[in-house]
């Protein structure tokens, strides 16, 4: 427990050991927290609770610390186990407190866990007053669930923002200003990457209509990682670039490779986009983690990807990114593909087919080696490199322009 404002308390859990999230979609190589907020006002106000595996130590030590007869109301932005695991354990224990919900949360939750709790439908504008504080809910669908809403403390001038603007990110301290910067951007931008980038659009809509209400906003507490405490607004504005087709002028070059003949093709096309002055990054989609390999992705104006032809396909490493990188739905960046092949060759054009079906503007056609490249083809290589190079800074506006 932590009193992380005036009345207001973190009461979550810090999962060290945590690896890996949404089943085994998404890597936290830096764990992960399960921020859940308690409110000690005249009446006492619980939003969220944590993952489901820690519910009888998250029962007990509320239980403990506040006493659960003395919670008057539970606020559940987002229904998600991570969030609400603990809900029908703690609800065993107080089970006519309210719970404060969206629409379709109260729907949700029925269908998580089967039960026809005491729900008090909000949406946003809607308020329940605690004393001292108000809650003001906010609703945001698709952020990233139909359920979403964030928690406004007025008084506090605390946002308890659930999903949107946390990181999978656990350190021994709770506040932004307090851990390593670099860390904690790469960690946000990664969050946002996997998992907001869908719904870039809804994003900038409801930050438009955020600063509509005019909230003043000292602190925002999400549901996972960090608490911005210092400049608050500085991961508001994180996210506006983010939802805006952002890119860092990059290029990333994708591929899988059986004997290294795809290899020897991507560093030659690397080469070439770097004699351009186009930075340029060179994964191997089976040796390096798939959410790192999409962060990249979404830094870059352009990809380039490549695989070898395997049993007239593609390489299974690369065809299980191109999977993710089709769902997040990218906008306004550009590809091309190539590949080495023994016989039949079909890999650069189920690449191509995919990135087109993917959202990408291929500006390039395809480059395809037969067997181990020559000399003189890598050169070729190279000048595919550097063509793809002016291609993209073409594209590049001047306030675009990384500088």
Known sequence: ????????????????????????????????????????????????????????????????LFGLDKIDLIVINHCEVDHAGSLAYLMEKIPDTPIYCTKKGAEMIKKHFHKDWNFQVVKTGDSVDLGHYKLVFVEAPMLHWPDTMMTYVQGANVLLSNDPFGQHYVSPHYFNDQVDQGELYYEALKYYANIITPFSKLVLAKIKELKSLNLPIDMIAPSHGIIWRDNPMQIVEKYEQWANNYHEGSVTVLYDTMWGATKKMALAIAGGLENKGVPAKVINTAKHDKNDIITEVFRSKGIIVGSSTVNNGILSSLAAVLEMIKGLKFKQKAAASFGSYGWSGESVKIVEEW??????????????????????????????????????????????AVK
């Open 355 to 400: 990135l087109k079906e993917s959202g990408f503007e291929i500006i390039q056609e395809s480059k395809k080696i037969q067997w181990d490249p020559t000399a003189d083809e890598l050169k070729e290589c190279v000048a595919y490199g550097e063509a793809f190079a002016e291609k993209i800074k073409a594209l590049i506006t001047p306030e675009q």
């Open 1 to 64: 427990m932590l009193e992380i404002k005036d009345k207001i308390y973190w009461v979550g859990y810090k999962d060290w050991e945590l690896k890996k999230f949404h089943g085994d979609e998404y890597s936290t190589f830096r764990g992960s927290s399960y921020n859940s907020y308690l409110i000690k006002d005249e009446k006492l106000a619980l939003v969220d609770t944590v993952w489901t595996p820690y519910h009888e130590g998250f029962v007990e030590e509320l239980d403990r």
